[in-house]
């Protein structure tokens, strides 16, 4: 059976911060409660009442979208860790029987975290579609100043396509600017 506290403002129990209050639902209570409120969004707390029972906390609808972005963020790092092949093993599984530790407590690594890594693949992604939504002439231009191999001057550049270095800088800074919004 799982505990429900609902935000209500005669309710017995109180955040800890003191500035809300809620009551507490149960069985065929909460059942009822959360069929006639299908909108309302619930926390699962990491701790349990003596008895097991899960516990869920009322979200406060100013913070429901920020609820769903860390939601979509656990996914999002949980499908990378699929897709790299990656298994979190925890320290507390690799206990004996007689609580003898059969791993290190602590693993070194020069590699990166898990998090940087889908940091870094998450801001891959949005560079790729960033130099997808250039025109073939914007990449040109970003390609030869920064991408190329050799790359090369604006003044270079500015001869090769036979305008003034000033208007190869002034295409250039809206270019990035361009870029930059996708960040």
């Known amino acids: 059976m799982s505990i429900y506290y609902i935000e209500d403002k005669n309710g017995d129990?109180?955040?800890?911060?003191?500035?809300?209050?809620?009551?507490?639902?149960?069985?065929?209570?909460?059942?009822?409660?959360?069929?006639?409120?299908?909108?309302?969004?619930?926390?699962?707390?990491t701790t349990e009442e003596e008895n097991g029972e899960k516990v869920f906390i009322e979200i406060p609808p100013d913070k429901v979208k920020q609820s769903r972005r860390e939601e979509r963020h656990e996914q999002y790092v949980d499908d990378c860790k699929n897709d790299a092949d990656i298994q979190v093993v925890s320290l507390n599984d690799s206990v004996s029987p007689d609580n003898d530790v059969l791993i290190e407590e602590s693993i070194s690594s020069n590699e990166d975290s898990v998090e940087n890594m889908v940091v870094s693949n998450l801001e891959f992604e949005t560079l790729h579609k960033a130099i997808q939504s250039l025109t073939k002439e914007e990449f040109k231009i970003i390609n030869m100043l920064f991408l190329s191999p050799k790359p090369i001057t604006e003044n270079d550049l500015a001869e090769l396509?036979?305008?003034?270095?000033?208007?190869?800088?002034?295409r250039k800074k809206s270019i990035i600017k361009k870029l930059k919004n996708f960040f």
């Not at 500035?19 to 006639?36: C, E, S, V």
């Not at 036979?162 to 800088?169: A, D, E, F, L, T």
């Open 13 to 45: 129990y109180f955040s800890t911060d003191k500035k809300r209050r809620f009551i507490k639902l149960t069985g065929k209570q909460a059942f009822i409660y959360l069929k006639q409120h299908r909108g309302k969004r619930f926390y699962k707390t």
């Open 161 to 170: 396509l036979g305008v003034s270095q000033q208007m190869i800088n002034k």
